[in-house]
C-alpha cells in the first residue's frame, strides 16, 4: 500500500460511543462555530482544580481515522480550591471511543460531552489514573493545528491549542507533565516515527508495522508536543556541550533534500555554543532533533527536542536560498533552539504571558545575530520590522498590549506586538539596570522558576531583585497599548555655557484604553561637537547607568553645564525606546548626524528622519498636483558615505534604502494616498539615481563578490549594497536599471543576485519583465521554495494589471489553498507588499483579498485572520479607498459562519 493511503482500520477502530458532532454539510473546520464566541480574560485566571502528573500516549497512524488511546495520572491540585470539582477537560474535532478511571469504563451518565469538553462529572479527590480512547482524522485537518498531514508526513502543531485536537486534556500551559509516546506506524513500510525526549524502544508489531517509544523526562505542557511520522530522511551532527555531553544533532527532511540541510545545521551548532557562552544555558537531552515541512502555519516550532519547521526556514543551497533566506534561517533556527530555555524549561503560566517568552527569545535571537553578524545593521533591520509592522499594528484597530488582558481566539495574539515589541521592553530593561545586572537577573529567573509556568510580574521581580530599582512604574509598557510619542527640543546658551534638553512624552489612545500614564523611556543619547565627536559630560544628575536619560514623567528637563561650543543632540541612539520622536533639528543638523554621528545607528536614522521628511512633503505634492524637486543636499551627504571607507557596504546599503511606503504611510497617519506615497518614494529613487549614478554604478561594480558564494557578513553586505544600488538606478533609467539586472540574472552567479535582478525587473513595466519571470519559472520546475519566490515575484508589480494576474494565478496549478507558504507567497504578497495594486482606486484588490479570506477561512482560519492585518490600516486612507476598503471589510464581517480566528480579527478592523 502506498504510504498515506488509507489503510483498512484497525481491528477496534469502530466507534463504540459515538457522540461525534457531526457536521452535515458545513466543513470540518467550521462545525465547531459559534455564534458569539467566549471572551477570555486574564482577570478570570484561576490555578487548574486538577494537574496532570504523567501521560502515557499510544498512537496509532492512520490518515484518516488515528487512535489515540492516552493514560493519564492525575491528582486534585492542592493549591487550587475546587476539591470535588468535576473534571472538565478540552477536546476539539475528536470521535470518542471510551473512558476508564482507575480501570473501571464509565457509563456514558458519568460524564458529560460538549462542543469542546468532555467532563467527567465525579472523580476522586485523590491520585488516580484516567484512560481516554479516542479517533482524529489528520487528513481532514487543513487548519493545520493538532495531528495534519503535510505532503503525506504526519506532523502536529499544538502551540496554542492543538493538543485539545488529539486527544481529551487540561490544554492549558501551567499543566506540567511528563510524556511517553508510543508511536505505530500506518502501514508495514519503514517510516521516521519521532516525538519529545529520548526513544526508548522500536520495533515491529505483530501485524507488521514499526513502532517506536518516546520519553521526554522534562515535565512540559501540552502545547511543547510533538510527534512527526513519515518518509523522512536525516542529516546527522553532534554537539559537545559545556560540561562534556555528547549530543546528537539530527536534521529530517523529505528523501532528497539533504544536501541542503547544511547551513541549518551549522546554524544550530552555532546557536548552541551562544546559549552557553552569552546566558549559561546548556542543551538537556541526549539528542535534538528539527523536521522541515512543507506546510506550516507560521515559521517554526519550539517543541521540547523536536522542533518543527516550515521548510522554508531550513533548506537552503546558493542556487536556491537567497541571503535573506540564509540569514533567516540562521536567526530562527537560534530562536527555536532558544526556546529550550525561555518557553520550555520555563513556560508560560497562561497566554496572557506568550510575551514572556516570545519577546524575551526574539530578544535573544536578536542578540545573537547582532554578535554574529554587523550589531548595527541588525539593529537597523529590528527597526525597519517595528516601523513597518508594529507601529501600524499598534496604530491601528488591532492594537493591543504586549502583555494582553483578553482575548477571543489566542492565534490571533502571535503578533508584531507580542514577539517584536515584546522584545524592544526587553532591550529597554537591559538598558536601564545594565548589562551585567541584566545577565545577574537572567540567572535568578532561571534559578528561580525552573520547571515552572511563570508570569511577567516574576520575570520583571527578577529583573528587579537583581538590580535593585523599582520597576514598578515600567511594567506599564506591558499594559498599556500604542506607541509612545516623544518630543524633544533643546536650547543652548554660549554665554552661560549650558545645553539643555527638554522632553516630553504622549501616548495616544488605543481601543479600550483612552487614557495613557507616562512610561519610563531611556533615551541613550551624546551631544555631538563640530568636530563630529561626542562631548564628555558631567554624568551627575543622570539617573541611568551609561549615557542614558530616562523619561519618566510626562515631561523632563536636563541641563548641561560647560559647554563650550553648540552641540547637536544625537538622541534614542540605537533605538533605545520604541517610540516615535520628534526633535528640533533642522535639515543642517540632520545632515551633520547623517555624517558625523559617532552612533552608527543615529547616522542612518539622520539619513532617513531627513528622507520622510521630504516624501512626507512629495506625497502632498504628488496629491495636490504640484511639481517635484530634487534633494542636492541629501543626495552629497549620500555621496559622502558612500566614499567613506569606515563605512561597511552592508551600512551604506542601508543608508541608501529609503524608508518604505508602509513606513510612510503610518508617518502620514491621515487621508493617506498609498499611491501617491509610491509615485513620491520613486520620483526620490529616481532623483537620488540620476544625481549619484557614477558613483553608484561604481559601487555596485565594487561590490560585487568572486569566489564561492558565504552567506557570511561580509558578502551579504556587499550583495546588499549591490542592490540598494541597482534599484536606485533602476528607478532613474529603467532601460539601464533592466540591463544590469538581466546581466546579473544570467550571471547566475547565486540565488541573491538572480532574485535581486528579478525584483528590480518584476517591479518594471518593460518588455523584458514577462520574458525574466518566464524563464525564472521554467527554471523552478517543481521545486516548491523557488515556486513560491515566483509567486511573490508576480504579486509584487506595482501596477492594476496585477490584480487580473494574481486573480488568474489563484488557479494556477502549483496554487492551493491548503497550502499556506503559496496563499502567503502569492496573496500575501499582494495584500501586504504591493500597497500600488492593493489599494487600486478601483477597489478591486481589496475585493480580491476580501474573495480569498472567504474561500480561505473554511479551510486553514488561522492564516486566513493573519492575512486579514492587511485590512488594519483602512481608517487612515483618504476617503473613497476608506469607503472602498470598509465595504470589503463588511462584506467579510457579516459572513455567517466565519471562523473565531477571523471573526475575531476582523471585528476589531471593523471597529476602526
Ligand atoms: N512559538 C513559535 C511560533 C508558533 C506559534 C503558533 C503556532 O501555531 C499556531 C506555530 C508556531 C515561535 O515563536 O517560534
Ligand atoms: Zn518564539
Known amino acids: 500500500m502506498r504510504y498515506g493511503q488509507r489503510p483498512p482500520g484497525p481491528a477496534n477502530s469502530k466507534p463504540r460511543i459515538n457522540r461525534w458532532i457531526r457536521t452535515g454539510t458545513r466543513s470540518w473546520e467550521a462545525a465547531t462555530r459559534t455564534e458569539t464566541p467566549p471572551t477570555v480574560r486574564l482577570a478570570d485566571y484561576r490555578p487548574s482544580p486538577y494537574l496532570i502528573r504523567d501521560v502515557a500516549l499510544d498512537i496509532r497512524l492512520d490518515a484518516v481515522r488515528t487512535l489515540v488511546r492516552s493514560t493519564l495520572s492525575i491528582e486534585p491540585n492542592g493549591a487550587a480550591e475546587a476539591a470535588g470539582a468535576p473534571l472538565r477537560l478540552d477536546g476539539e474535532h475528536l470521535e470518542l471511543l471510551g473512558i476508564s478511571l482507575d480501570g473501571e469504563r464509565l457509563a456514558p451518565e458519568a460524564y458529560r460531552l460538549e462542543e469542546g469538553s468532555l467532563t467527567i462529572l465525579s472523580v476522586p479527590d485523590r491520585p488516580f489514573i484516567l484512560e481516554i480512547e479516542t479517533i482524529c482524522n489528520p487528513e481532514a485537518n487543513t487548519a493545520l493545528s493538532g495531528l495534519y498531514l503535510s505532503n503525506g508526513i504526519f506532523c502536529t502543531q499544538c502551540e496554542a491549542e492543538g493538543f485539545r485536537r488529539i486527544t481529551y486534556y487540561l490544554d492549558r500551559p501551567d499543566i506540567l507533565a511528563t510524556f511517553t509516546t508510543r508511536i505505530t506506524a500506518p502501514s508495514t513500510e519503514p517510516v521516521a516515527l519521532l516525538s519529545n525526549g529520548n526513544q526508548v524502544e522500536a520495533g515491529t508489531t505483530a501485524d507488521g508495522r514499526p513502532y517506536a517509544v518516546w520519553h521526554d523526562p522534562f515535565p512540559k505542557p501540552s502545547y511543547l508536543f510533538a510527534l512527526v511520522a513519515g518518509k523522512l530522511d536525516f542529516v546527522e551532527d553532534s554537539f559537545t556541550t559545556m560540561s562534556g555531553r555528547q549530543v546528537a544533532l539530527r536534521i529530517y527532511v523529505e528523501p532528497g533534500k539533504e544536501d541542503r540541510c547544511a547551513w ?140 494582553p488582558s483578553q482575548y477571543i481566539e489566542i492565534n490571533n495574539f502571535y503578533t508584531a506586538t507580542v514577539y517584536e515589541k515584546g522584545a524592544e521592553l526587553i532591550r529597554m530593561l537591559r538598558t536601564m539596570i545594565g548589562p551585567d545586572s541584566f545577565r545577574r537577573a537572567m540567572d535568578l529567573y532561571f534559578e528561580r522558576h525552573d520547571g ?89 544628575g543622570l539617573n541611568a547607568p551609561a549615557d542614558v536619560l530616562e523619561l519618566t514623567e510626562a515631561s523632563q528637563v536636563w541641563r548641561f553645564t560647560g559647554i563650550k561650543q553648540r552641540p547637536v543632540l544625537s538622541i534614542n541612539r540605537g533605538f533605545s525606546a520604541p517610540i516615535r520622536l520628534q526633535t528640533d533639528h533642522g535639515d543642517a543638523d540632520r545632515l551633520f548626524l547623517m555624517g558625523s554621528d559617532p552612533d552608527l545607528f543615529n547616522r542612518w536614522e539622520a539619513g532617513q528622519i531627513y528622507a520622510k521628511a521630504q516624501l512626507v512633503e512629495l506625497t502632498r505634492a504628488v496629491v495636490e498636483g504640484r511639481p517635484l524637486w530634487e534633494t542636492p543636499d541629501f543626495a552629497a551627504a549620500l555621496e559622502r558615505c558612500l566614499a567613506d571607507p569606515e563605512l561597511s557596504p552592508a551600512f551604506q546599503a542601508e543608508l541608501l534604502t529609503l524608508p518604505s511606503e508602509s513606513d510612510l504611510a503610518s508617518e502620514i497617519a491621515a487621508n493617506v494616498d498609498p499611491v501617491a506615497i509610491h509615485h513620491a518614494r520613486r520620483h526620490l529613487s529616481a532623483s537620488l539615481g540620476r544625481s549619484l549614478h557614477d558613483r553608484l554604478l561604481e559601487a555596485y561594480e565594487k561590490a560585487e563578490t568572486s569566489g564561492a558564494y558565504l552567506p557570511d557578513p561580509d558578502g551579504v553586505g556587499r550583495r546588499s549594497l549591490r ?28 540565488m541573491t543576485e538572480v532574485f535581486s535582478g528579478l525584483a528590480v525587473i518584476a517591479r518594471l513595466d518593460r518588455p523584458e519583465r514577462v520574458e525574466a519571470l518566464e524563464a525564472f519559472y521554467r527554471r523552478a520546475g517543481d521545486d516548491h521554495l523557488l515556486l513560491d519566490k515566483w509567486f511573490a515575484l508576480r504579486a509584487t508589480a506595482p501596477f492594476s494589471s496585477t490584480i487580473a494576474e494574481v486573480r488568474a494565478l489563484l488557479d494556477h496549478p502549483q496554487m492551493s489553498l491548503r497550502r499556506p507558504n503559496k496563499v502567503r507567497a502569492l496573496v500575501g504578497t499582494f495584500a501586504a507588499g504591493n500597497p500600488v495594486a492593493f489599494n487600486d482606486i478601483s477597489g478591486e484588490g481589496y475585493a480580491l483579498l476580501a474573495d480569498v479570506l472567504l474561500r480561505l477561512d473554511p479551510i486553514n482560519p488561522q492564516v486566513a485572520a493573519r492575512m486579514a492585518g492587511s485590512f488594519r490600516s483602512w481608517p487612515m486612507l483618504e476617503p473613497k479607498r476608506r469607503a472602498l476598503a470598509r465595504e470589503q471589510i463588511e462584506r467579510i464581517r457579516t459572513t455567517p459562519d466565519l471562523s473565531r480566528d477571523l471573526g475575531e480579527i476582523i471585528g476589531m478592523i471593523a471597529k476602526g
Open 723 to 750: 542592490a540598494a544600488c541597482l534599484s536606485l538606478l533602476a528607478a532613474a533609467d529603467p532601460a539601464e536599471g533592466a540591463r544590469l539586472a538581466i546581466a546579473q540574472i544570467n550571471a547566475d552567479r547565486n
Open 452 to 540: 515552572e509556568a511563570a508570569t511577567m510580574e516574576q520575570y520583571i521581580a527578577c529583573m528587579a531583585e537583581a538590580s535593585g530599582r523599582n520597576l514598578d512604574q515600567f511594567f506599564r509598557w506591558y499594559e498599556q497599548a500604542g506607541t509612545p510619542s516623544v518630543t524633544v527640543s533643546t536650547a543652548y546658551d554660549p554665554a552661560s555655557g549650558t545645553f539643555e534638553i527638554r522632553a516630553s512624552q504622549k501616548t495616544p489612545p488605543t481601543p479600550g484604553q483612552p487614557d495613557k500614564q507616562p512610561v519610563p523611556i531611556p533615551l541613550a543619547f551624546g551631544l555631538v561637537g563640530p568636530d563630529g565627536r561626542d562631548m564628555a559630560l558631567d554624568r551627575e
Open 264 to 403: 541549518a545545521m551549522d546554524c544550530l551548532k552555532r546557536s548552541m555554543r551562544w546559549d552557553e557562552e552569552a546566558y549559561g544555558r546548556e542543551y538537556d537531552l541526549d539528542i535534538f532533533m528539527i523536521v522541515a515541512i512543507p506546510d506550516f502555519n507560521m515559521g517554526a516550532m519550539e517543541n521540547k527536542g523536536l522542533n518543527v519547521f516550515n521548510d522554508k526556514y531550513i533548506l537552503a543551497l546558493p542556487a536556491t536560498a537567497t541571503d535573506a533566506d540564509y540569514v533567516h534561517i540562521e536567526s530562527i533556527i537560534a530562536h527555536e533552539y532558544f526556546h529550550n530555555w525561555t518557553g520550555n524549561r520555563i513556560t508560560c503560566r497562561d497566554w496572557f504571558q506568550l510575551c514572556l517568552k516570545e519577546g524575551l527569545t526574539v530578544f535573544r535571537d536578536q542578540q545573537f545575530t547582532s554578535d554574529t553578524r554587523s550589531g548595527v545593521v541588525k539593529r537597523i533591520a529590528d527597526v525597519r520590522l517595528l516601523r513597518n509592522q508594529q507601529f501600524p499594528e499598534d496604530a491601528g484597530p488591532t492594537a493591543h498590549p504586549v502583555r
